[in-house]
Structure formats: structure tokens, C-alpha cells
């Protein structure tokens, strides 16, 4: 009986048999690469429900706390990598914003009026407000929540996620955002519905922070959360990124 013929991984040189490397699960059928493939791809990162960023997205959105738990001890394959979720949605929120010359939530910026403004300010804004809210709530999520000995990386990555939906919370309401800075324009009126989307945007944290650490019947860790989350808006709201910002272009 011929033995079956083994084959050599184009990726990390072990020999198996089957359909993957059983080492790097690497393919077995690896040709040139064709429109095809490049759809396939496509397709499976971007629009398959059961895997990929669509699923992520849903998943955080429907159960943030539990998605993220799950993701922290192991469930990982299905989703897509948190870093790049972020830096993905960060880049379109801020191509957006600056396309549509939308004021952002922080009421102080306002780009229409700069005489100096860059297309890549808008880009630099969202990085600095990003890097806040992670440093900030990585941090104090470890210090107020150390009984439920999560790990600084793996507080990094929860609020990773978080931050990446609340962008895609951002992305959602551009069109509210532009009507209501055309009708404020046009109009001469003063709707503002930054502080409805900044509430929404809290309430989200909470309740990620309330599935993630299982705070239903412990009434001290919700009010730590509250806390936490108004510091976090008057801390983003006191120190002004965009001077920041502008400081480091001098």
C-alpha cells in the first residue's frame, strides 16, 4: 500500500498530510494569486456574518461586556484583530469628518474657522482623543476593578474594542451631524445633538463595563463605573487635544 505523499508548507517548511498544516494552518492549495482569491478575502473579512469585522462590530454592539469577556479568554478566531478594528475605523471617521467639515463632539473644535487647518488634523484629533480614553480607562480600569484580576494588555485590548465601536456610533450619526450643521447655517438656529450622541456614548462604556465584570448585583463597582466615565468626559473636555495638537506643529 503507497504511503500517502506528504507536503511541504510554502510557509513554515513542516511536512503533513491533508488540506492544512497542521503547524501554521497554512492551505495546502496556495497558487497565484487571482481576482478570486482577492474577493474571497474580501468578502470573508469585511461581509462574512459569522467571522470577520460585520460580526465583530454586531457582536459589540449587541453584547459588548460578553464579547469582549469571551474574546479575553480565548473565543478569538471569529473576530476581527482589535487593533486594526480601531485603526481602520479611526482612519474613515476621519476621513469623514473632514470631508463633510463636521465639527467634532467636542464643542470647542471647529475646523471651518481655522485659517491653518490640514487634512490630517482631523486624523491627529481622533488619534489624541483615542490615545486619552485608552491610557485613562485601561488605567483605572485596572486600579478600580483589580478584584477581577484582568491583565493592563488585556484591558487594553477590551477598551480597544470599545473605543472602535463608539467610532462607529460616530460614523452612524455623520448624517444627523450634517443636517444639523446645514440647518443651523441656513436657518440661523442653535440644534445641538452632541451632547444626546456624548450621553449615548457613555452609556455604551457602562454597559460594556456592567456585562465585562458582572456588576448586577454589586451596586459600589456601578457607581465606580458612572464615576469613572463622567471623569473621563470632563477629563477629554479640560485638556483640549487640539491645542495639543497644534503646540506639536510649531
Not at 48 to 55: A, Q, S, T
Not at 70 to 82: A, C, E, S, T
Not at 118 to 145: N, Q, R, S
Amino acid at each position: 500500500m503507497n504511503e500517502p505523499e506528504l507536503i511541504t508548507c510554502k510557509n513554515c517548511g513542516h511536512q503533513y498530510e491533508g488540506y492544512y498544516c497542521n503547524i501554521c494552518r497554512q492551505s495546502a492549495d496556495t497558487n497565484r494569486i487571482t481576482w478570486k482569491e482577492i474577493l474571497d478575502h474580501f468578502f470573508q473579512v469585511f461581509i462574512d456574518v459569522d467571522r470577520g469585522f460585520f460580526y465583530t462590530a454586531k457582536e459589540l454592539f449587541l453584547r459588548p461586556g460578553i464579547t469582549i469577556y469571551d474574546y479575553l479568554q480565548g473565543k478569538r478566531i471569529v473576530h476581527f484583530n482589535p487593533i486594526m478594528f480601531l485603526i481602520l475605523l479611526g482612519g474613515i471617521a476621519s476621513v469623514l469628518f473632514h470631508l463633510l467639515k463636521i465639527n467634532l463632539i467636542v464643542e470647542k473644535v471647529n475646523f471651518d474657522s481655522m485659517d491653518r487647518t490640514i487634512p490630517i488634523l482631523a486624523h491627529k484629533y481622533f488619534m489624541v482623543i483615542a490615545a486619552i480614553m485608552l491610557v485613562y480607562l485601561t488605567l483605572t480600569d485596572f486600579i478600580l476593578y483589580r478584584q477581577k484580576k484582568y491583565s493592563v494588555p488585556e484591558l487594553f485590548i477590551s477598551n480597544t474594542f470599545q473605543i472602535g465601536e463608539i467610532l462607529i456610533f460616530l460614523i452612524v450619526f455623520l448624517p444627523f451631524l450634517y443636517l444639523q450643521k446645514y440647518i443651523n447655517v441656513t436657518y440661523s438656529m442653535q440644534i445641538e445633538i452632541r451632547y444626546f450622541i456624548v450621553f449615548l456614548f457613555i452609556c455604551y462604556l457602562f454597559l460594556a463595563r456592567y456585562q465585562l465584570y458582572d456588576v448586577r448585583k454589586n451596586f459600589i463597582l456601578q457607581l465606580k463605573i458612572a464615576a469613572q466615565l463622567i471623569i473621563l468626559y470632563v477629563t477629554i473636555d479640560a485638556i483640549d487635544p487640539l491645542r495639543f495638537i497644534m503646540e506639536m506643529r510649531k
